[in-house]
Nanobody, 113 residues
Framework: QVRLEESGGGSVQPGGSLRLSCVGS????????MTWHRQAPDEAREWLAT???????FYSDSAKGRFTVSRDDHKNTLLLQMDSLNPEDTAVYYC???????WGQGTWVTVSS
């Protein structure tokens, strides 16, 4: 069974950083197209970044230059390093296995002073 579990969210001050993790089970993260998304209260879910099996990465305009997607193959984990966070980044962050259309349960990120 394909499953995803995010972690690493929390509260951070503006300008701070967080690293989110998404552990995969039932498949190899390195073999699948993996994405990060977020959803702020009362807003639609927004795509942030994609990591392809060959290592190519793609970012939305809101993520480019501040967020970095990567993976740890030994831990079968997708990562999202987020720097220079601001209050507009407050949202629930989700990872997705695109090939199986599987989503994790999400992890909250709150950016506030």
């Amino acid at each position: 069974q394909v499953r995803l579990e995010e972690s690493g969210g929390g509260s951070v001050q503006p300008g701070g950083s967080l690293r989110l993790s998404c552990v995969g089970s039932g498949f190899s993260v390195s073999d699948q197209i993996m994405t990060w998304h977020r959803q702020a209260p009362d807003e639609a879910r927004e795509w942030l970044a994609t990591l392809a099996p060959g290592g190519a990465t793609f970012y939305s305009d809101s993520a480019k230059g501040r967020f970095t997607v990567s993976r740890d193959d030994h831990k079968n984990t997708l990562l999202l390093q987020m720097d220079s966070l601001n209050p507009e980044d407050t949202a629930v962050y989700y990872c997705q296995n695109v090939d199986s259309s599987t989503w994790g349960q999400g992890t909250w990120v709150t950016v506030s002073s």
